[in-house]
């Protein structure tokens, strides 16, 4: 990963490492991949062409330098910029929750305020043992406004997630490993291999599968069990009358790799 990207280096470096797995790399290293609302709106493009592009099964997002992202920009917040109401602003963390195909975060060096908020998003996430994780906007003043109340209460429980909200305090890796906020510390080096790693494996599944498995799981932290479980049965059985299901069974049988098509 580069340290040394200037103001004219793209903001949001994309890349395609492994058949059907998209890169996503945020690359405002020297402001610590702060989310400016260029960098949110470079994102939400991404991600919609990623949406729109069979040939992407799953999606890795990560960060330049010694940060996954810093938050919010603070000076942009300074200037006026991206308020936080701003439609751009709130459209770009709209796209990002609505993303339909496995999103996974490997996480490097500082992810902090919005940084973390997004990557809990992220459907995976790993850390490098480096890692800090933290919700510091309390020391601003305010509070984690992109879905940080929400998803760190339901991902790590009440009394964590309020010491984090409520001293601004940040965490390491493997803290974050043991409160199951991350669910992989790697060395930093094997961040990547690592992420791509799961990536490739989740890429070579039924499309259709994953996307709905996606959507069940996210449905266990929206609805009451008897709607999530009722959702479950009725998407078990669409997955079940696809042909990569039938195909994936014949395989079995045959003693062979299936070959998905996404139908
Ligand atoms: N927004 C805008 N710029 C940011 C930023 C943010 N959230 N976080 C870091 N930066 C910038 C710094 O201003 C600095 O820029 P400069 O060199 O032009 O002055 C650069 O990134 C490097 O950060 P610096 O503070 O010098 O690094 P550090 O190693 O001393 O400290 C942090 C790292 C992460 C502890 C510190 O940058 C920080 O506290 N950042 C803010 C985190 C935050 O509150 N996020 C929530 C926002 S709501």
């Known amino acids: 990963m580069t340290s040394t990207a200037s103001d004219n280096d793209p903001i949001l470096l994309t890349s395609t490492p492994a058949p059907g797995v998209m890169l996503l790399q945020l690359n405002r290293p020297h402001k610590l991949n702060a989310l400016s609302l260029e960098l949110l709106g470079a994102l939400q493009r991404a991600l919609t062409s990623a949406e729109r592009n069979d040939d992407i099964k799953c999606v890795i997002l990560t960060g330049s330098g010694r940060a996954f992202c810093a938050g919010a920009d603070i000076s942009d917040m300074g200037r006026g910029i991206g308020a936080y109401e701003d439609p751009r602003r709130l459209a770009a963390q709209d796209a990002i929750s609505a993303f339909s195909k496995p999103l996974i975060a490997a996480i490097n060096g500082y992810v902090l305020g919005g940084g973390l908020e997004l990557a809990m998003t992220c459907d995976i996430a790993i850390a490098a043992e480096d890692a800090k ?19 760190l209460p339901r991902i790590i429980g009440k009394s964590l997630a309020m010491q984090m909200i409520l001293t601004g305090e940040a965490i390491s890796a493997s803290e974050a490993r ?27 599944k039924s499309p259709q599968a994953v996307r709905i498995a996606k959507q069940a799981v996210l449905n266990a932290f929206d609805m009451p069990l008897s709607a999530g479980l009722k959702f479950e049965r009725t998407a078990t059985a669409a997955v079940f009358a696809t042909e990569d299901r039938a195909e994936a069974i014949r395989a079995f049988t045959e003693k062979r790799a299936p070959v998905f098509k996404g139908r």
């Open 133 to 151: 994780l933290g919700l510091p906007e309390i020391n601003l003043g305010a509070f984690p406004g992109d879905g940080g109340t929400q998803r």
């Open 178 to 204: 043991r409160i199951g906020l991350v669910s992989e510390v790697t060395a930093s080096d094997e961040l990547l291999p690592r992420a791509l790693g799961l990536a490739t494996i989740i890429a070579g």
